[in-house]
């Protein structure tokens, strides 16, 4: 269903602030993304992923899903249901690797800080909604 994207004159400070979150967030799970397939490589991030036990393909599903997720998030397209599926990401990333660095994210190996407040705010922005400027209303 689309909707009328909300105008500066008639968003709301909560409007704003999901969109804020939405899109910042939607530019960081790009970042992360570009990280796998620029920088470690998407058969460097599998073999990552298989040196912490888990499945090797698992890592071009995750790399899709920050890809489309990120772009879904900042153009505001089923911002509720995205946030909540990238959020199971965050926390699969606490659980592996990061949960046993331990909590400060600054720990050798980055400890699951990081994730779980993101998580949280991909939570925080499921119970927004879209905000302002977007292509949906969920």
Sequence with gaps: MTATLTTPATASNADLAATLLRVTSGVWFL???GLKIFVFTPAGTAGFFESI???GPLAY???AAELLG???LIAGFKTRIVAVALSLILIGSIYTPHFAA???FSNPNGGWEFPAFWAITLWALALLGDGAYSVSKS
């Design 53 to 55: 036990g888990l499945p």
């Design 61 to 63: 599903l995750v790399i």
């Design 70 to 72: 990120g772009l879904a």
């Design 102 to 104: 331990g909590f400060f």
């Design 31 to 33: 970042l992360h993304a």
